[in-house]
Every structure is written in C-alpha cells, then in structure tokens.
Nanobody, 118 residues
C-alpha cells in the first residue's frame, strides 16, 4: 500500500486549501482512511477520518465545521477540504490507512506542508 499526500502550500489566514491523498496497492473496502498533522515541536494529532466503504466520518474538535474529509472510490483518492484556515492549522499533514482489524493506523504517506500566514 502506498499513500501520497499533496496539495499543501502557503495560504493566508481565512483562506482555503484542498489536500489530496492518492492511495494505491489494493482496494480499500473495509479500510478507514485518515488525516493527521504535526506542527513543529508538537506531537502528531488526529484531524479527520473516513471509512472507505460507508463514508462515515469523524473530526477533531479543532477542525469540526471547517474541514471536510471525502473520498473518490473511482480514483482511489481521499481529500481534505480546509476552509477558514487559522495560523494554528499550519503543520505537515499526513494521510494514513487503518486496515480496520483493530491494529491502528498501519500505513502512512509522506506529508505535505501547510503554512498559514496571519
């Protein structure tokens, strides 16, 4: 399984970005896919997740209402639409995959940098 995140960049506070995570190597039915982020000097934190088959989503309180996670089954791609960005959203964003068998986040992609200027 390979995950490749993209779409990061520099944006002003209040602006928007859409991150993409291209997934390959297998079909992801039964998997849960997620976004995490890590800011300098901080631990990696959960941002959002989506179950590939059902589309059921979950969000961190800090992004609820501003970020939207989605997936395109045909393209094997997951997205994170981010609006109303704040300086505290700046981080390296990672996508990850959970095989749904109780072993946690098994696969990780390389991150994409999001910078938010105030």
């Amino acid at each position: 399984v390979q995950l490749q995140a993209s779409g990061g960049g520099l944006v002003q506070a209040g602006g928007s970005l859409r991150l993409s995570c291209s997934a390959s190597g297998r079909t992801f039915s039964g998997y849960r896919m997620g976004w995490f982020r890590q800011a300098p000097g901080k631990e990696r934190e959960f941002v959002a997740s989506i179950w590939w088959s059902s589309g059921i989503t979950a969000y961190a309180d800090s992004v609820e209402g501003r970020f939207t996670i989605s997936r395109d089954n045909a393209k094997n791609t997951m997205y994170l639409q981010m609006i109303s960005l704040k300086p505290e959203d700046a981080a390296v964003y990672y996508c990850a995959a959970d095989r749904g068998i109780g072993q946690g986040w098994h696969y990780w992609g390389r991150g994409t940098q999001v910078t938010v200027s105030s």
